[in-house]
Structures are given as C-alpha cells and as structure tokens.
C-alpha cells in the first residue's frame, strides 16, 4: 500500500499527478507569501534507469530517461520532487507540495486525499494492465545446468 506520509512513496505520487493539481496546491500554499527559497532550479536533465536482470539477477543500464528534478526549502522545510520528461513548472509545484507535506502545513490534509487519489488510479490502472495482459504469459524453461 502507498503511504503519501511516507516520502519515498510521497515522491512516486508526485511524479504521477498531474502537473495542474500540483500547480493549484503550490498556490494555495504560497498563497500567504510564505518564506521560500529554490535550492535546486527545475531543468531537464537526462538520469540513467538502472534495471535488475530477471534471470540472473544483475543490474544493468537500461539506457537514459528525461526527467526534471528541484527543490525548494519552504520556511525552513526542505522539499523535493523529480517528474518525468520536461516539466519544469510541475517538478518546482512538486517540491512545494513535498515541504509543505512534510511541514504539516495547513494545505497537507487536501494534498494527502489528492495523492492517495492518484495511488488509487495506479492501482487501478495496474489491475486493468494485468487483467488484460495475464492471458498472454509465457513460461519459459531455462537450460542452464542441464547436458
């Protein structure tokens, strides 16, 4: 289960919703002109996606994926958020959904239903993905130790 409490899940949830929602809660948190300072400026750089062998269990480059980190500090709480591809204006509004999580500040409980909405959506979306694709499962046996 996805815990929006949790960071580490906080900023997957981050990176799936939608740039517009997080721009609304980054308003509406700096709406009282709150001290904030960019620690990071969001710019698109390229990450390498490092993924595990299925077989025999090493990682591996898998090649390189666009992504736009930042990170603000939001009276004296720091928040981060990285977003897939190019979205400077989504990875900034995440950094500040992020701190003002993780400040308790007055925004959180909404911010809290909007992403346990969006975890709700990936389970969702993931239990539509595999009911279709279940069907087409291969099995495959390997040969490694037979003569």
Known sequence: MVDPHDRSDRFELIAACE???LAQFANDVLDG????SVRQ?????????????????????????????????LE??????MVPGKGERAALSGAIVDAAVAA?????????????????RQREQRRRDWSQSKHTAVEFETMEGQE
């Open 19 to 21: 740039g517009a929602t």
């Open 41 to 73: 400026e969001p710019r698109p750089q390229l990450l390498m996606q490092q993924v595990r062998d299925p077989v025999e269990r090493r990682p591996f480059n898998l090649g390189e994926v666009l992504v736009t980190p930042a990170e603000v500090e």
């Open 33 to 36: 002109d709150p001290p904030l």
């Open 76 to 81: 004296g709480t720091r928040g981060f958020a």
């Open 104 to 120: 308790d500040h007055e925004e959180t409980p909404a911010i809290i239903a909007a992403l346990e909405d969006v975890a709700a």
